[in-house]
């Protein structure tokens, strides 16, 4: 493109992107609005951030319109005796300006959240990442703040309008409280609570080290 090198996604991998996306929908017509989303939202994040570092915001809009007309389909054929905007009530909802956002309401301790489907233009393709020193060594302890400055770096780009959790993540020394090695981008972690004599609060843990206290806890519990 005028001298720049400008790497996309290539059409045979967003065709064969749209075809997994259209295969789970026909395959699961009669599924639960809120099962759908959560079998479509890993493939659509998983895939956005695979190809996030390219020039990718165009076909991530395009995959967008793709997707939301194999849904509007999905959610007429299922109702085909009722009306459009009878459909839409039911399917589709408004978040962040969005008025044709897939999703529900449902409910968490009683209080009521938006479950959407994802967007992939909503994925940041601008910030780009920050190339490792060439004689930078991770078994170097005198690397160690530079791993741990990338570290964070990566986490708060990844915790980008999330400031609970940030706060949250500040508030532990970004370690797992579970295990006592850091937590960061690179490895899955998620939001668990804990039970003790002053009552129950959240943190942010990996997520091996909350299956193991799921396990544990649940092994102790009484049997009725």
């Known amino acids: 493109y005028k001298g720049t090198l400008l790497i996309k996604p290539s059409k045979k991998n967003v065709k064969e992107f749209l075809a997994k996306i259209k295969a789970i929908i026909r395959k699961n017509q009669a599924i639960r609005q809120d099962k759908l989303i959560g079998l479509l939202n890993p493939v659509i994040t998983g895939w956005g951030n695979y190809y996030k570092g390219c020039v990718a915001a165009k076909t991530f809009k395009n995959a ?7 849904l509007w389909a999905w959610a007429l054929r299922r109702h085909r005796h009722k009306g459009k905007k009878r459909v839409y009530n039911r399917y589709f909802l408004s978040k962040k300006g969005r008025a044709w956002t897939f999703g529900m309401m449902l ?10 489907l994802k967007y992939l233009s909503d994925i940041d393709t601008k910030t780009k990442p920050i190339k490792i020193r060439s004689k ?18 990566k986490m708060l780009s990844s915790l980008k309008g999330k400031q609970g959790f940030l706060r949250m993540w500040e508030k532990q020394n970004q370690r797992c ?10 490895k899955i972690w998620t939001i668990a609570e804990l039970s003790d004599k002053s009552g129950k609060s959240k943190i942010i843990a990996h997520d091996r080290c909350s299956r193991t206290l799921t396990r544990k806890i649940r092994a102790y519990e009484p049997v009725s």
């Open 64 to 70: 967008d319109a793709q997707i939301f007309y194999k």
């Open 177 to 186: 409280p579970l295990c006592g090695e850091i937590i960061d981008a690179d």
């Open 136 to 153: 930078a060594n991770p078994f170097d302890p005198e690397w160690r703040p530079y791993f741990e400055m990338r570290n964070r770096m």
């Open 107 to 116: 409910k968490n301790n009683g209080k009521p959240f938006p479950y959407t």
